[in-house]
């Protein structure tokens, strides 16, 4: 069994994890991609969305990538991933687009069902972006240094010779805390962009947490506190 998980890398594995678990999020988001708590408030919502096939074909995704990691086919799953992950950050922008519509015509009593959307879609931002951080930075899938490609970010280990991690490379997890801390940051802390792509996913995030955290989050206990 110990073999059997050291072949596919723990990183992989927790980022085929964490994907398994963004589409279970997004999936009980109320608005834009699947039936929720938020919809039979909202009727307009009943026209703009995909529900039951964004079901779907959430389930079929899922299904790809446990079968792509069970069989170790480290390229395709790979390739898998970054597809999978496009289609959950178009979810997520969607998402982003269809509450700000609906923002305004809610009622107070509305508001709390709208605040724990507000909340699984802040996840959804970190652990979507957390993955896009993994895919452009080096040492990807394969975990080995890639001394021929530059790097995206630059880790405080990347930054100078500490002592005990002359052979240090990043893995997901700290790709996650880099999503993490730019999500509540709105920009990078620690660890910088480097290069203009890395530069261009981190404003991303930060706009995509600015937006959710402040503007509608803000708004919605305004409501609550004005109720």
């Known amino acids: 069994m110990t073999q059997f998980f050291r072949k596919r890398t723990l990183s992989l594995s927790m980022v085929v994890l964490v994907m398994l678990g963004i589409l279970m999020v997004q999936s009980t988001i109320s608005y834009s991609t699947t039936y929720g708590a938020l919809a039979k408030f909202v009727q307009k919502l009943d026209s703009t969305g995909l529900p039951e096939g964004g079901l779907v074909l959430r389930a079929l995704l899922a299904m790809l990538l446990v079968i ?119 920009g990078p802390t620690d660890t910088p962009p480097l290069t203009r792509r890395a530069k261009m996913i981190m404003l991303l995030q930060s706009t995509v947490s600015l937006v959710t955290l402040t503007g509608i989050a803000g708004s919605a206990i305004n409501m609550l506190a004005g109720a």
């Not at 792509?68 to 395709?76: D, Q, S, T, Y």
């Not at 002359?166 to 993490?180: H, R």
Request: aromatic share 16%.
């Open 68 to 186: 792509l990691w069970l069989l170790n086919r480290r390229r395709a799953l790979f390739k898998a991933i970054i597809v999978v992950n496009g289609f959950l950050t178009l979810g997520l922008f969607m998402n982003l687009a269809s509450l700000i519509t609906v923002l305004f015509g809610l009622t107070p009593q509305v508001v709390r069902v709208l605040l724990l959307d507000v909340v699984l879609m802040a996840i959804s931002n970190i652990l979507i972006f957390s993955i896009w951080y993994w895919i452009v930075d080096p040492p990807g899938v394969e975990e080995v240094p890639r001394e021929d490609e530059a790097w995206d970010f630059l880790f405080p280990q990347r930054a100078g010779e500490l002592p005990h991690y002359d052979e240090w490379t990043p893995k997901y997890s700290d790709y996650l805390f880099l999503a993490f801390t730019t999500s509540f940051a709105f």
